[in-house]
């Protein structure tokens, strides 16, 4: 192998301007397509107001986003986290396109996990959905505090 190196030295040229070229795209791509899942931005505190009783709560993003994804089942957007107080879907992050774009991910990812699955199965979860269409994420209530015992005295 060494000799082949020694003889066609454009080869050995070749070789690491094609690894230079792969590293730079893979950091020019990581740069630029973030996770969503980061451990500094999961652990950031999001607000989460529920409609129905107009209380507030923080939680980390990582508990919020795991509350979303525990069901396994894709959510209705217009349908929230479930209120500890009244037991209804009414909890829904301050910001509408942060919402939105959670629900989409989770969405996206109930649809890659089922693509795996044989037509059958597919088929029989199908019907199972529309038969009981989901309540929102959750099946219980979340543990999280009030806003207002957030706040410094």
């Known amino acids: 192998m060494n000799d082949f190196f020694k003889k066609g030295s454009w080869v050995s040229w070749a070789i690491c301007a094609v690894l230079l070229l792969a590293t730079a795209w893979l950091w020019w791509d990581r740069s630029v397509h973030e996770s969503p899942f ?3 931005r999961m652990k950031e505190e999001v607000s989460i107001k529920y409609t129905d009783t107009g209380d507030v709560v923080t ?21 929230g986290l479930i209120n500890p ?10 910001s509408q396109r942060e ?14 996990s089922r693509a795996s699955l044989p037509e059958n199965v597919r088929q029989r979860l199908d019907k199972e959905a529309a038969a009981a269409l989901p309540t929102g994420p959750g099946g219980t209530a979340p543990a999280v505090k009030p ?3 957030e706040k410094p005295k």
């Open 38 to 40: 980061t451990p500094e």
């Open 59 to 79: 939680m980390p993003r990582g508990r919020f986003e795991k509350l979303l994804r525990d069901p396994g089942t894709k959510l209705d957007p217009s349908k």
């Open 85 to 94: 107080k009244t037991g209804q879907p009414t909890g829904f992050l301050y």
């Open 99 to 112: 919402w939105e774009e959670a629900v989409k991910r989770v969405n996206e990812a109930v649809d890659r």
């Open 147 to 149: 806003a207002e015992a």
